[in-house]
C-alpha cells in the first residue's frame, strides 16, 4: 500500500477533489460491495468532506466486514482515509484471513493513477 498504513487503515493524499473520489470509488466498488451509507457536506466553496461506507460478506472469515471511506480537503490536498472493520472470525479469535486488508486494498485499486502521497 502507497499510504501510511496501520492494520486495516490507510491514508493517503489524492490529487482530485472528494467529490470526483467518491464518485469514482462508488462507480467501481459497486460490484464489490454494498454501499450502505453515503453523504458529501460542503464546508464552503474550498473545503468539503465525504464518507461512503460499505458492507461485504466475506465467505473466507464467515463474517460481514464493513468499509468506511472518509474524504476531505481540509489541509490543501484531498485525503482519503480507508478503515475496515467486523471482519474476524469470532469474538475471542481475532482473525479474519486478509479480509479486512483486502477490503482496504479495494480502494486503493481505484485511486491509484491518483495517489500523490
Not at 44 to 63: C, M, Q, W
Not at 64 to 91: C, H, Q, W, Y
Request: charged share 25%.
Amino acid at each position: 500500500m502507497k499510504g501510511r498504513v496501520s492494520m486495516s487503515r490507510v491514508t493517503y493524499n489524492v490529487s482530485i477533489t472528494p467529490s470526483v473520489a467518491m464518485d469514482l470509488i462508488k462507480k467501481f466498488q459497486y460490484a464489490n460491495a454494498d454501499l450502505v451509507h453515503e453523504e458529501y457536506n460542503e464546508v464552503d466553496k474550498d473545503r468539503s468532506i465525504g464518507t461512503l461506507i460499505y458492507e461485504k460478506y466475506y465467505f473466507r472469515s464467515r463474517n460481514r466486514a464493513a468499509l468506511i471511506v472518509i474524504i476531505d480537503n481540509f489541509k490543501e490536498k484531498t485525503n482519503i482515509r480507508v478503515i475496515a472493520t467486523g471482519s474476524s472470525e469470532g469474538m475471542i479469535l481475532n482473525f479474519d484471513w486478509g479480509a479486512a486488508n483486502n477490503f482496504v486494498k479495494s480502494v486503493e485499486k481505484i485511486l491509484d493513477e491518483y495517489i500523490i502521497e
